[in-house]
Every structure is written in structure tokens, then in C-alpha cells.
């Protein structure tokens, strides 16, 4: 079985400064973490390896710098991982991330199963999974909170993805790419034997040109995307309203005023 | 390039993890093992699982050998959160692995460290006596060679790390005759935990080190094959000065994490609680206070990373590593006081990890040497008349 896991390095705080004028992230001057659901999804990868054998293999697409979060994967247990860096992919949207991302799995080989997490903390898209999903033509199941069974006879998964609403059952053939929540698992922490190997790891730089990518779906030319302005909403006012007191009288209250919006009748 | 402050890729990926394990795993149950002076199996069983015993051991034994800074680093960032399981680590580390993994013969090796390195057994370190501390070299207990078997009595005292339900194995100074020059003759023998007549008390009501394990020890005619001596016959005196030296360097570690945590605590507090309608961190006086205690923790570091590079380089490091403890412990004691002085009355409270700062600093003053003890051997380092006694 052979896992690939996606992973991106992030900005380590949730409060992110936006450039006014280019309306992208500030990244000078704030620490680096892995981004915290890809933990969950390398956790995940390890889980099934010990499980069911095979390989993880985890990449991430990014600066230089980025190899800090691969190090971290091969201290906790990868076994192979591989930096696509290239000036050419800078300025790269979720599409064009994609892409590139679709384009190494299929350079290292493929994969039974492509693992990621549910979306990056700091651009907060949740589209580069299902964009790699679509590129390499395979299903999709997002929000996974469990893996409910891997037959590798069968060629199938079968998971639970966590909705709004509830818990959804999903089998799909394999190969698949799944995108994990927290729930999924517990990441484990690396011990100091595992440091001592990733600090010492060479790891592999793959160029735009090694992974086959076309250069015009690659970087600010093969990304569509214009990011207008990045905000947070503002907390809507108003509305709502808290019925307070006792049961026997906030419920016949309630039932009037509901009566009364013609939400029952 | 001679001179260099860069940590290796290792060593920063390190503590980073047991940054993460303190503040994920220790943090939440610390203050309750602290007040129900509970010594935690589980953490002390993840620490091994991290690899967090046997630093500084080869891999053959199941060390990882990546150094003693690596492991000073691993014991600042536990005690950063947490002084008792640092002791716990400290101690299973300097006193109880590194004298087996130094003195020890292969047997001896072959059979302790591998489960002193996983964290599935403790070993302690019993030189401390009721009428021994400072003065060490006053160990009463006596060893008697008879047969194949050396004969133990006497009794320890502070030993930490010896009577818990993993403790297997205690190295203990003992005296085993007379030197030429009429002094006592001092070995070092290996009383694994459970032998008849080893017996162990734990030692309760502590104020310091609160869910770290203590105990007293009585030797009464406990019978030991005579493999289980040491190194050489003798060598007592000598191995416990330099397992000391070492053990220093992990106090010093133990109070500049501690140090490190308590001004964290302080800093964070300071700006977050307002008075006379401010942040009380802007007050200059206690603004002061914070660029005091930060300026006191770079220097500890300083003089401990300085005294474990010389022992890394196996370079002479004992005035260094007395140094470090010295300046360490009472930096130490200066910044949680401060820390405890800007949390106001809560600061007095358990619920404020400050609280247990300001307890926890106290033991490094005095174990492994007080610091008077540390100016002694300083004192003869640089050449003062007499013997500083
Ligand atoms: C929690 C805890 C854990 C410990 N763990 C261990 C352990 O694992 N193994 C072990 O062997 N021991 C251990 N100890 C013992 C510790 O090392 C001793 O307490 C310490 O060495 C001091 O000895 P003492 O308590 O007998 O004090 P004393 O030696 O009686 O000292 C009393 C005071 O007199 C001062 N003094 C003594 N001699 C001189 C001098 N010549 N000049 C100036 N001042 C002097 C001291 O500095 C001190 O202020 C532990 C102690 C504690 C509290």
C-alpha cells in the first residue's frame, strides 16, 4: 500500500497580517509550522502503514524552508519525502497548487490512497485536495473523520466524513484521496531516535521541470485567481433573540412566536 | 570559525518536541500530581518512549546518543513546564544511567541500561546519608567482602527515584576498608531493588519536587555478588565527584528551564492584568523586573551551554559546571521570585503555575551540592589559599 500525504507549510498563528496591497499573507517574520491538519493526515498515513504495510511517502510544494515540515514527517516515520520548490511555481493559487501537487504523485508513481488535510489554516480554501483528487481522476471523500475499513483485495475504502448534520458513510474503489479532520486521530510526537535520522536526511528537490509541469499552469500564469480583499467578516449584529425563564413559559413563547413568523402554523 | 551560538537542525527539532510533549502532556496534570505528591508511571514511560532517557548513551544500549547538550536542552524544556518530572528525568539521566554507563563493565551495561533507556526501569544514585551530605566522603554504610559477596549495612537518605514500583536498581557508596593514608576507602556497588535485606522507604511531605519520587534507604546484612561492585575497588570517591560534575550540569538545566517558564508566566501575566487603569508590566518598575530576569536567563544559559560544550569536548569542565549550577539555581530563585511578586496575590494561589515555580526552585540550591558547597570547589579551582572549608 502506498500512501502519498500532502502537506504545506504555514504561518504559525491564526491571526495573519495581509499585505493591503497585494491582498496575499505577510510570511516575513512569522514562525513556520506544518499546517495542523496535514499532522493529522501524515498520523493517519502512519496508522494505516503499521496497519496494513507499504510506504508513506509525504510532499510538500513551497520555499526552501518548507523541508523543515518534511523533516518533521520522516522524525514521526515517512519514508520518503520530496520538496517541490521552483521559482516558477511562486505566486502558484489553489489551481495551479493543484496541479503541480497532481503532477509529482503521478511522477513518484502514483498512489493508492492521497491523503490531506481538510484545508491549509492560512489561506483557508479546503480546495487543493479535492483540485488533486480531479487532476489525477480519482474519487474524493473530504472531512474524514475515521477510516472505517482498507480492502486492498477489493480495491476499497470505506470511511465516515463529519457534516454539519452528522456522520455520512462513504465507500469508494481505491485509489482515492481522503481529507482528514481532527477527530481522525491523535498525532504522535517524534522520539529523539526519529529526530536524529530526519536531521540528518538528504531530501529531494523536485524542479517544475522534473515533475513534467506545462509552465502555463504553473505560478502567477496559470492561476486565475484575483484575490480582491481578504477580511473578516464583521460579527452580524442584532437578530436573534434568548427567551429567558422558566420551561413552562419560554416554551408556550416560543410556540407563539413562531406562530407568529409563520415558521409553524 | 571558532565561536558559534547555532543549535543543529537536531537539536532544535528536539526541543521543539519536548516543548510540545511538556505543554501537551505535563501541563495538564502537573499541578494535581504536585498536590497529590503522585509520581506519574505514565509520564515517566512516555519520556522513555520519546527517547528522553539515555541521551548521551550509544545506541548499542539503547541510547541515542545525540549528546549532552541535546539532553540539557530536553531537561530546560521539561522543567520549563514542570520541576518534579524534570527531577524524575535528570536524575534517572545523571545519576542513575550515566554512572552504570561510565563505571559499569559490559555485563552491567549488557544488563541495566537497555531498560533505564526506554523508561521502563529507574535507577538512583545513593551517596546522600543522615550524617553524610556536603560531606560525602562520611559515608557510613560499609560494604564487607565476604566469600563471593559483598555485605551492605548502613542507610541513605534523599535518594531519588529509589523506591517506586520501577526502581530495579541503586548505586550505592559504601566503605570497603581503609586507604593507606587511613582514610576510608570508598566503592561504588550495585544493589538491585528487591535483594533481602534493601530495604525502602518513601519519603513524604516534601516541598519541592512534590510528584517526584524520594526515598530512604536501610541496608541491613544485604547480601550482593561481589560482580556487582563498579569499576574498580576505590574508585567510589572519584566516580561520585565526576557523576556530580555531570549531574550539575543538569540542575543548572533544571533551573534555567525553570527560570525560562517562571518568566514566561510573569511576562504573559504582566501584560494581561491592569491596574490603575494599565498593564502592570508598564510600569517601570516592573518593566525593570522583566528586563532583569530576562538578561539573568540569557547569562545562565551562557555559562550552561558554555560548561556542556567543555564536557561535550571532553575538555576539564568542573569549575564551569559548579558555575552553572551556582549561578543557575540562584537565578533561579531571583526570577521566580520576581515572577511571583508580579502575579500579586494569586501568584500565592496552586492554581498559578508560578506557585510551584517559586517551591520548586528552593531544591536547587541545595541538592547536588548547595551552593556553598559550589563556591567551595570554585574557590580551589582558581587557587585560593587553604581548601575553602
Ligand atoms: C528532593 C531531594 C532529592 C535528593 N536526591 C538525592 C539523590 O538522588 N542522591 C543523593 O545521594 N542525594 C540526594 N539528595 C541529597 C542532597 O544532595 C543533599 O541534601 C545535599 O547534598 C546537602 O546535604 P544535607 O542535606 O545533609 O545538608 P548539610 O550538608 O547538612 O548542609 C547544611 C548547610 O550547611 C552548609 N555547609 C555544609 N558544609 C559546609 C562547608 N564546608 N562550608 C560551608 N557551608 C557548609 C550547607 O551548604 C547547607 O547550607 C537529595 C535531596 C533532596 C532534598
Not at chain 1, 487532476?135 to 454539519?164: M, N, W
Not at chain 1, 482515492?176 to 504522535?188: C, F, G, M, S, Y
Not at chain 2, 526541543?15 to 506519574?40: C, G, H, T, W, Y
Not at chain 2, 555559562?303 to 539555581?329: D, Q, V
Request: proline share 4%.
Amino acid at each position: 500500500m502506498k500512501i502519498v500525504v500532502c502537506v504545506k507549510q504555514v504561518p504559525d498563528t491564526t491571526d495573519v497580517k495581509i499585505d493591503p496591497k497585494t491582498n496575499t499573507l505577510i510570511r516575513e517574520g512569522v514562525a513556520s509550522i506544518c499546517n495542523p491538519f496535514d499532522e493529522y493526515a501524515i498520523e493517519e498515513a502512519l496508522r494505516i502503514k503499521e496497519k496494513l504495510g507499504g510506504e508513506v511517502h509525504v510532499i510538500t510544494m513551497g520555499p526552501p524552508q518548507a523541508i523543515e515540515v518534511l523533516r518533521n514527517a520522516l522524525a514521526v516515520g515517512a519514508d520518503k519525502v520530496y520538496l517541490i520548490s521552483d521559482k516558477a511555481f511562486a505566486g502558484s493559487d489553489t489551481l495551479a497548487t493543484a496541479y503541480a501537487l497532481s503532477k509529482t504523485i503521478e511522477y513518484i508513481g502514483g498512489a493508492d490512497l492521497v491523503i490531506c488535510g481538510k484545508q491549509a489554516i492560512d489561506g483557508d480554501t479546503a480546495q487543493v485536495g479535492p483540485g488533486i483528487a480531479t487532476r489525477l481522476g480519482i474519487p474524493q471523500l473530504t472531512y474524514v473523520s475515521k477510516i472505517r475499513e482498507i480492502d486492498l483485495e477489493k480495491k476499497k475504502i470505506i470511511v465516515e466524513r463529519l457534516l454539519e448534520y452528522g456522520r455520512e458513510v462513504v465507500e469508494a474503489p481505491l485509489p482515492a484521496l481522503i481529507t482528514v479532520v481532527k477527530d481522525i486521530n491523535e498525532p504522535r510526537l517524534p522520539s529523539l531516535i526519529g529526530i536524529k535520522k530526519a536531521a540528518k536526511a538528504q531530501i529531494p528537490t523536485l524542479t517544475a521541470k522534473d515533475i513534467n509541469a506545462d509552465e502555463n499552469r504553473i505560478g502567477l500564469k496559470g492561476s486565475p485567481t484575483w484575490v480582491v480583499k481578504v477580511f473578516t467578516p464583521e460579527a452580524r449584529g442584532g437578530g436573534g433573540e434568548i427567551l429567558k425563564g422558566e420551561l413552562n413559559e419560554v416554551v408556550p413563547l416560543l410556540v407563539t412566536k413562531l406562530m407568529e413568523t409563520k415558521f409553524i402554523k | 570559525m571558532a565561536l558559534d551560538f547555532d543549535l543543529t537542525e537536531e537539536q532544535q527539532m528536539l526541543r521543539k518536541m519536548v516543548r510540545n510533549f511538556a505543554e501537551k502532556e505535563i501541563a495538564p496534570v502537573a499541578q494535581e500530581l504536585d498536590e497529590k505528591e503522585e509520581f506519574s508511571y505514565h509520564l515517566t514511560r512516555r519520556m522513555g518512549e520519546l527517547g528522553l532517557f539515555g541521551p548521551f548513551v550509544s545506541e548499542e544500549y539503547g541510547g541515542s546518543n545525540v549528546g549532552y547538550l541535546s539532553y540539557i536542552i530536553a531537561v530546560e524544556e521539561i522543567a520549563r513546564i514542570d520541576g518534579s518530572q524534570a527531577a524524575t528525568l535528570a536524575a534517572g539521566n545523571s545519576l542513575g544511567i550515566s554512572p552504570i554507563y561510565y563505571y559499569g563493565n559490559e555485563e552491567q551495561k549488557q544488563q541495566w541500561l537497555p531498560d533505564l533507556c526506554t523508561g521502563k526501569a529507574l535507577a538512583s544514585f545513593g551517596l546522600t546519608e543522615p550524617n553524610a551530605g556536603s560531606d560525602a566522603g562520611a559515608s557510613r554504610t560499609t560494604a564487607v567482602l565476604e566469600g563471593d559477596y559483598w555485605v551492605i549495612n548502613g542507610s541513605k537518605i534523599f535518594i531519588t527515584n529509589s523506591t517506586t514500583d520501577i526502581s530495579k536498581v541503586c548505586v550505592v557508596q559504601a566503605v570497603t576498608g581503609k586507604r593507606e593514608d587511613g582514610r576510608n576507602e570508598l566503592s561504588c556497588i550495585l544493589v538491585p531493588n528487591g535483594t533481602p535485606g534493601f530495604i525502602t522507604k518513601t519519603m513524604h511531605g516534601k516541598m519541592v519536587w512534590r510528584a517526584s519520587n524520594t526515598g530512604e534507604l536501610y541496608f541491613q546484612d544485604c547480601k550482593v555478588p561481589k560482580e556487582n561492585l563498579l569499576g574498580r575497588r576505590g574508585d567510589g570517591f572519584r566516580q561520585m565527584l565526576a557523576t556530580l560534575d555531570g549531574g550539575r550540569l543538569s540542575i543548572a538545566a533544571m533551573a534555567l528551564g525553570g527560570a525560562q517558564g517562571a518568566f514566561e508566566l510573569a511576562l504573559k501575566y504582566s501584560k494581561e492584568r491592569e491596574q490603575f487603569g494599565r498593564p502592570i508590566g508598564s510600569f517601570q518598575v516592573n518593566a525593570f523586573k522583566l528586563a532583569d530576569m530576562a538578561t539573568e536567563i540569557e547569562l545562565g544559559r551562557l555559562i550552561l551551554y558554555k560548561a556542556t560544550w567543555l564536557c561535550e569536548n571532553h575538555r576539564p569542565f568542573s569549575k564551569e559546571s559548579a558555575m552553572a549550577k551556582m549561578f543557575c539555581s540562584e537565578m533561579y530563585h531571583r526570577v521566580a521570585n520576581h515572577a511571583v511578586q508580579l502575579h500579586g496575590g494569586y501568584g500565592l494561589m496552586k492554581e498559578y503555575a508560578v506557585e510551584r515555580h517559586y517551591r520548586n526552585q528552593k531544591l536547587l540550591d541545595i541538592g547536588e551540592g548547595t551552593s556553598e558547597v559550589q563556591r567551595i570547589v570554585i574557590a580551589r579551582h582558581i587557587g585560593v589559599p587553604g581548601r575553602a572549608l
